[in-house]
């Protein structure tokens, strides 16, 4: 964000069409980044119309991004982008591969001949074709009108990814309600390794002069969000000592002499001392020592699967109290049997903040399991202001194509709201396992994906699991983080404040 507050970006749309609130909602995003606001120009001062552009009306406007209508001679350097005709056709764009809306293969992009992307060259027949061309084919100065176009609605493109406007297609609910990356149209477009949305946006408005110092400045501005989940906070309850001594008669017969004694002293430390070996969170809050990462814990603690914890049980309840002490954030782990209940949800945020004893600002829903259609709009309904739930459960990646948080749109309602979200990049779960693994490849790619999150000023989102943490049972896991958090303060990576961030975007806000 520029340190002195930038004048608001102008938009100019055509209100006509279905996707003009979500595109709004774009600009709005990403002027908030480079900590401008936006305006959007209302209808009284230019009325789209052939008529209108006929007559020159448009000259005093002076946006700086038009949308679905052209200046005639603006006044300042501008954007200019066509606008889909309807939310499932486009002017030069179809609905087609899964859902997402992209360039048919072999479009016609301005300056080409005979269907090609370049003149003589081939036509555009990839995912990896099209992405390229939105940067190096599409964008076209008009030196004499002071005009970058682009032969495609990249706006509409760019939200749809953004707000994940394709998992509300009935093809795509599986995908989206399990947090899939893999084999998915997000990984053909690159999704998983590059935040496209970011590049595009930041590359378009860095073309107007204004904002070009402003963007040149994002790199210096990223920042890193530690997290955990807390899914597990006990390993040895009744029912899992049980277990044990139904697995012992086996591991005896089979040799397994060393499993089977670290389990009974674990059990027998937690039978004298009640520490329990997941009980790490002191270990890992030291770690970070001077930093502050947020610890989401789950308030039913029934999931799916099988019972987790009682938040309520002084052993656990402590444990959060622990987190808050030492000035660290906690949040709601939504659960995945609520996500479409927002009664549900409120009974959960409620009950962590009578066990706290301070109010519930953030959540990142169990497993990363959303409903698309309902999910958000219980959180924010029960007073979240700041989610991370939309990343990937396969693999670390930039799910909405942005390392930045935003306020969210409901494509379900077609309406902006006040959530941030703060897209999850990468947890330890998802590329390795921490029982065993290859260090060396572990932390390379880790530092890959924080590279990639950062290089424009975004946020590094990491996820560390607290069990994994018990370094008998995961030995080299806490070294990868300490290296993560090394490397975070030889980059001078500032720690991410998300109820701060929320608070400046909502008031960058200009909407009543």
Known sequence: MSATPLPAIRFLGDRSKPDYPAVAHLLRNYAAHLGAGL???????????EAAVAQDRFTHAAADVYWGCAPVNPENPCLVFPARASAAAALTCSRTRAGYPVPPAGLAFPGSTGGSALPGGPALTSNAD????????????????????????????????????????????????????????????????????????????GELPRLGDAVTALPGQARLWLTHDLDNLAKWRIRSVAGQILRTPWQLARGRFAPLARAWSEIAVKAITGRDPFDVMDRVLAMEAGRRSANFFLANGRDHLFHRYDLAREPFRRVMLGCLEKGMDVGLHGQVHFISD?????????????????????????????????TFAGLEAAGIVVDSTLGYNDSPGFRTGSAFPFLWFDCASGKP??????????????????????????????????????????????????DYFYEKQFPGHGAVYADLLSYAGVKGLPDFDPLGTHARYVGADARP
């Open 417 to 466: 709201t006040r959530l941030l979200e703060v897209p999850l990049i990468l947890g330890e779960f998802q590329f390795y396992d921490p029982r065993c693994f290859d260090g060396e490849s572990v932390r390379a790619r880790m530092k890959g994906y924080l590279e990639a999150a950062t290089r424009q000023g975004g946020v590094f989102t990491a996820l560390f699991h607290n």
């Open 39 to 49: 305006i959007e120009v209302a209808d009284s001062e230019a009325t789209i119309t």
């Open 342 to 374: 927002g009664a549900a949800i409120a009974a959960e945020k409620r009950k962590m903040e009578r066990l706290s004893g301070t109010p519930i600002r953030l959540n990142r829903q169990h497993y990363l399991r959303w409903d698309p259609t309902a």
């Open 130 to 205: 099209i992405l390229d061309a939105a940067g190096d084919v599409a964008l076209a100065w008009d030196r004499d009108r002071r005009m970058l176009s682009s032969g495609w609605d990249l706006l509409s493109f760019c939200a749809d990814i953004l707000f994940r406007r394709a998992d509300h297609l009935p093809s795509r609910r599986v995908e989206a309600r399990e947090a899939i990356g893999v084999g998915q149209w997000d990984q053909a477009f690159g999704l998983l390794d590059e935040p496209w949305v970011d590049r595009w946006m930041f590359r378009l408005l």
